[in-house]
């Protein structure tokens, strides 16, 4: 009966670190599509600052700063190869639209930041 205790006690333990493991990966996931959410609409509201540079030049600033805060998070949060690259491109086009604005280029290109963005979506999409 004792040894029949220890393996039920075994399996049962067995089952919930297993739940729990799955648990975590879900978080994870969950945790990617939120941001990557998030990300998609601090493109478009950076493609609504280049638009509208004239009237307000410090919103495509703004844009990419919350388009580098939810990276950080993102990049943190994550092993996975495939979605560290889509990150580390993202990344480089949003470094590129910061230097075009610094350089005085007030509607710069940011196709490569929605192409990048849209393939953290892909990555992070279950």
Do not use: F, Y
Request: with cysteine; charged share 25%.
């Amino acid at each position: 009966m004792r040894r029949a205790s220890t393996a039920l006690a075994t399996v049962t333990a067995a089952v919930a670190l297993s739940t729990v493991v799955g648990c975590g990966a879900v978080d994870k996931a969950i945790d990617c599509v939120r941001t990557a959410d998030a990300i998609a609409s601090s493109v478009d509201d950076l493609g609504r600052a280049v638009a509208n540079a004239t009237d307000n030049p410090t919103k495509a600033d703004q844009a990419l700063d919350n388009i580098d805060k939810d990276l950080s998070s993102l990049k943190g949060k994550t092993d996975d190869a495939d979605l560290s690259k889509a990150v580390d491109n993202l990344n480089k086009a949003v470094g590129n639209v910061r230097s075009a604005i610094k350089n005085g280029d007030n509607t710069p290109d940011i196709s490569p930041v929605r192409d990048a963005a849209k393939e953290v979506g892909k990555v992070c999409t279950p």
